[in-house]
């Protein structure tokens, strides 16, 4: 079972390639800052939002 690699971004729930650090320019433009929630349009961190 290959392990899954998440997002770099602490709110992010996005699944990023293994090459990948994070899922959009948004993460990783937020890096340094503190954010509640994602905000980069994925799915998985809209459904979050509900
Ligand atoms: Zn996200
Ligand atoms: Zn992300």
Redesign the pocket.
């Known amino acids: 079972m290959a392990a899954v690699k998440k997002?770099a971004?602490e709110?992010?729930?996005?699944v990023v390639g293994e090459k990948e650090k994070y899922?959009?320019t948004?993460?990783e433009d937020a890096k340094g800052t503190q954010t509640l929630t994602?905000?980069?349009?994925?799915a998985?961190?809209e459904a979050d939002k509900l």
Do not use: R, V
């Open positions: 997002c971004h709110m992010c729930k996005c899922c959009s948004f993460c994602c905000d980069c349009g994925h998985a961190c």
